[in-house]
């Protein structure tokens, strides 16, 4: 299995930012019609592009030397970029076609910032400009916080 280098592994969180931005802005547009959704999608797309802006400039930081134990999380991170959520085979993301409902608009977003999230925890793990990464962290739990709070304002309990 080939590994990722060190800036391969930060252009895909660029290229999930960007995937995210596209996904929220489209949600954004598909439900127009409910205020409260259309805004929560925008919002989440604006703060995608902020991501995107932060881990495109954290490539010209890192530089490729590469961390000890680098093999078996390149492993690991390639495992997480080949699942469905993620930017894998069938590039799910940009496969919009199933979204259907708000409510599966919500569960597709919250499986796909929780695989980011996962992302970013490893990549946290191997470099050494950690705060930066902590920052996107933070930002990408309070997108699942916010997800899941609007998720339970339709569900039926």
Not at 45 to 69: D, V, Y
Not at 76 to 95: D, Q, T
Not at 109 to 133: C, H, P, Q, S
């Amino acid at each position: 299995m080939e590994k990722f280098s060190v800036n391969e592994v930060i252009e895909q969180a660029v290229q999930a930012e960007r995937l995210g931005y596209q996904f929220y802005s489209s949600m954004a547009k598909k439900f127009e019609k409910d205020e409260a959704f259309k805004k929560l999608f925008e919002t989440l797309a604006q703060k995608e592009l902020r991501h995107e802006k932060t881990f495109s400039e954290l490539k010209g930081i890192t530089g490729a030397e590469e961390p000890e134990g680098w093999e078996e999380v390149s492993q690991y991170l390639r495992a997480i970029v080949e699942s469905e959520f993620f930017l894998g085979r069938n590039k799910s993301l940009p496969s919009l076609e199933h979204v259907k409902s708000i409510g599966a608009a919500v569960n597709f977003a919250l499986g796909f910032e929780k695989e980011t999230l996962l992302y970013f925890y490893e990549i946290r793990n191997v470099i050494k400009e950690k705060d930066i990464v902590d920052e996107i962290i933070n930002e990408e739990k309070s997108h699942i916080m916010w997800l899941n709070k609007f998720k339970g304002s339709f569900v039926k309990k």
